[in-house]
């Protein structure tokens, strides 16, 4: 049977205080919507509507590389009202997969099991319920005397005795099409929050002598849901945490999980120590037997293998096998060193090329370069790509050796094996195997005797 999947995410989410909906927050260095959505495609469902309204093109912009059609709800009616939006765009005789943009620790393995059993049941619908200890601002499952389903009552609507029930509706059911959207026609605001309830439709079902099934959650956890950024926190916690130890499972070592922050996509391989308060973003790619951190910040970078990486930013930069970089080095979008370059402290590159085993120890400025091999770049060495219009390149070729505190005026190219005099301003190439030196002669003069000399 086909499976279609239905993210409601019109809502605004009131309590984050914030200009941006609720499913755009960040949880791990990602959306909560993308993590939902990668959730639902990862448990084998390709068919996947996204229900958007409020900051909709935000949501949109977000999801504008995954596969999803969006169904637009201009009101924010309430659950029911939601999914019914989606009606026109789900195929009769399938069963649908309904849940919020706003639960980031979902595992695919619960969607697929919620609905492989609803498949099996051959049901007009399941619910996804779950035990928790606090259940204070869910829908609270009732049970019949046998512990069949009855009806799911919200804490709004609940009396006391409903509201010591522990068993918590989770939002996320598995309905059948065209069923569940003929009900959803008939449902009305008659409750204390003057909205259509997407949950009164199991009622519904349950009235016409349908059974309802019920799975429960093992790991209650999974449902936790971002309401405010005190919970956005929490789940960010619980997601970097899970990271973290899969990292360590497939041999990372993270010296203190604790102080250490990878995204989900980083991939770092076997051998590779990570040191406390490091932080590691986006699609970085990190090699094996490499020592990154303490005090460092990669973001979308690509990192060989056996690199050194001590109290730096690295974002948007390659790095070949076996660099050496900071401490407090620079590495900008562009970056590319091929293998063996040392990046020391206080030295920046941006959109430069390092050839092998080249150099820039300590206190530079490498931008819009291109070195060769075994180049040695002296402290202080800036290179001057920008007249203030326009930026230009400066070319170093293999075994050049730039002294200290040069100034390289782009364009500029320096030979192969060509020699630079600490201090120099070169404006003007200089060829191969060749000494330059650019320098004011050196006067020594006497001292001249101030008028308080003794
Ligand atoms: C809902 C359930 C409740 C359950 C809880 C689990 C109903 C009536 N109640 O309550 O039983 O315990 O989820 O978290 O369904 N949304 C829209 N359009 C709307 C309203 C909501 O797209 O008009 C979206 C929201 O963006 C959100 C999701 O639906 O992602 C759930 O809505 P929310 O208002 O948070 O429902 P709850 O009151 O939490
Ligand atoms: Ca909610």
Redesign the pocket.
């Known amino acids: 049977m086909k499976v279609s999947a239905v993210v409601?995410?019109?809502?605004k989410g009131v309590r984050m205080c914030s200009s941006l909906p609720?499913?755009a927050h960040q949880a791990a260095g990602k959306a909560m919507i993308v993590h939902i959505v990668e959730a639902v495609e990862q448990a084998g469902i390709d068919d996947i509507k996204v229900?958007v309204?409020h900051g909709r093109e935000v949501v949109q912009s977000l999801l504008s590389s995954q596969k999803v059609e969006f169904v637009i709800?201009q009101q924010?009616?309430?659950?029911g009202?939601?999914l019914l939006q989606a009606e026109t765009y789900i195929d009769s005789d399938s069963a649908v997969l309904v849940l919020?943009?706003?639960t980031p620790l979902l595992r695919p393995s619960t969607l697929r099991g919620l609905i492989e059993y609803h498949l099996e049941k051959k049901v007009q619908a399941t619910v996804l319920s779950a035990d928790l200890a606090h259940p204070t601002g869910?829908?609270r499952i009732i049970r019949q005397d046998k512990g069949s389903f009855s009806k799911?009552v919200?804490e709004k609507d609940a009396d006391e005795k409903e509201k010591a029930i522990q068993e918590?509706?989770?939002?996320i059911y598995c309905f059948q099409a065209p069923g569940v959207f003929q009900l959803l026609h008939r449902t009305n605001t008659c409750n204390a929050q003057g909205?259509y309830?997407?949950?009164d439709v199991l009622e519904m079902l349950k009235s016409q002598g349908q059974k309802v099934e019920i799975v429960k959650l093992e790991d209650a956890q999974e449902i936790y849901?971002v309401n405010d950024r005190v919970q956005l926190a929490y789940v960010e916690g619980i997601l970097r945490k899970r990271k973290n130890e899969d990292l360590m499972r497939q041999g990372v070592t993270l010296i203190d999980p604790l102080s250490t922050f990878i995204d989900q996509e980083v991939i770092i391989e076997a051998d590779s120590i990570i040191l406390p308060f490091t932080i590691i973003e986006g699609a970085t790619r990190i090699g094996s037997e490499c020592k990154i951190g303490p005090y460092s910040r990669i973001s979308n970078s690509c990192i060989g293998d056996k690199v050194i990486i001590e109290s730096s930013r690295v974002n948007e930069a390659k790095i070949g096998n076996g660099c050496t970089i900071g401490p407090y080095a620079y590495l900008r979008p562009e970056a590319v060193l091929h293998d063996n370059v040392k990046v020391g402290d206080f030295a920046e590159v941006k959109k430069s090329i390092i050839g092998a085993n080249s150099k820039i120890p300590h206190l530079s400025y490498v931008g819009d370069a291109v070195l060769g091999q075994g180049v040695n770049i002296g402290a202080g060495t800036i290179t001057c790509n920008y007249d203030g219009r326009n930026k230009h390149k400066t070319i170093i070729e293999d075994q050049a050796f730039i002294g200290s505190n040069t100034n390289l005026v782009a364009p500029v190219r320096v030979g192969q094996n060509a020699t630079i005099g600490a201090g120099s301003t070169i404006a003007h190439d200089v060829p191969s195997d060749t000494l330059a030196v650019e320098r004011a002669q050196q006067k020594n003069l006497k001292k001249r005797a101030f008028k308080d000399d003794k």
Request: no cysteine; net charge negative; hydrophobic share 35%.
């Open positions: 409601l995410a019109a809502g609720k499913v229900v309204g709800q924010q009616l309430g659950t009202h939601a919020a943009g706003d869910y829908g799911i919200e918590i509706n989770t939002g909205e309830y997407l949950t849901g």
